[in-house]
Nanobody
Framework: VQLQASGGGLVQAGGSLRLSCAAS????????MGWFRQAPGKERRFVAD????????FYADSVKGRFTISRDNVKRMVYLQMNSLTPDDTALYYC????????????WGQGTLVTVSS
């Protein structure tokens, strides 16, 4: 499984960014997809995930109502639209793929850095 994340950058508080993740080497619809993030000095944490068909989504409380995860199974892409960003959203964001449905042993992409200035 190869996951290539992109779209990170520097944005002012209140701004928006859209992260993208391209998957290859897999049957994309076999995987639940998700985004995690790791802030400086902290553990990697769950942000959002989306079911194989895209029907169901789930968000961490800290991003609920501000972030939207989506996927395009034809293009083998997953996205994270991030609005109303705050400095607390500053982190390295990772795309992940999981077949188990519980994120016990996910496949990871490389991170893309999001920096939110105050």
């Amino acid at each position: 499984v190869q996951l290539q994340a992109s779209g990170g950058g520097l944005v002012q508080a209140g701004g928006s960014l859209r992260l993208s993740c391209a998957a290859s080497g897999v049957t994309f619809t076999s995987f639940q997809m998700g985004w995690f993030r790791q802030a400086p000095g902290k553990e990697r944490r769950f942000v959002a995930d989306i079911s194989r068909t895209g029907t169901n989504t789930f968000y961490a409380d800290s991003v609920k109502g501000r972030f939207t995860i989506s996927r395009d199974n034809v293009k083998r892409m997953v996205y994270l639209q991030m609005n109303s960003l705050t400095p607390d959203d500053t982190a390295l964001y990772y795309c992940a793929a999981d077949t188990q449905g519980n994120w016990a042993k996910p496949y990871w992409g490389q991170g893309t850095l999001v920096t939110v200035s105050s």
